[in-house]
């Protein structure tokens, strides 16, 4: 599991060449964390999907490889979505904003393994 506060530590020491490299997939962070269970005892996990490109490019179509992606507990379609087997959208398509973050909640009997596979950076 990543640091909760890893997309802090991105921002200490970057170099003046990164600064003027265009956003990429590296520049999407998904975090995350254990939540409380629910009440009937099944396990929930809290995702914060972070924007940490250092110019503030806006990213839209961001895909997430998910597995079966599947939560007991319903979460916002226009935040995340499993499309197909291992292919989740987040943000319904839409552009995240260079330091924007989108939060959600599922609840599943274990953590899902969620790794950025494709993004489309909205800036040249």
């Known amino acids: 599991m990543r640091d909760r506060y890893a997309h802090r530590k991105l921002l200490l ?5 990164r600064t003027r490299d265009k956003c990429k997939l590296d520049d999407i962070l998904i975090i995350q964390g254990e939540a409380g269970p629910l009440p009937d005892g099944i396990p929930s996990f809290t995702v914060e999907i972070i924007n940490v490109c250092i110019t503030g490019c806006p990213m839209s ?7 079966w992606f599947a939560s007991a507990k319903l979460i ?8 197909k087997y291992n292919d989740c959208i987040v943000n319904d398509r839409l ?23 494709s ?6």
């Open 13 to 17: 020491g970057l170099d003046a060449e």
């Open 61 to 67: 179509d961001i895909h997430v490889s998910c597995g």
């Open 76 to 83: 916002d379609s226009k935040l995340f979505k499993r499309v």
């Open 95 to 117: 552009p995240l904003k260079g330091g924007e973050s989108i939060v959600f909640v599922y609840a599943s009997s274990f953590q899902y393994p969620l790794e950025v596979s």
């Open 119 to 124: 993004v489309n950076p909205c800036c040249s």
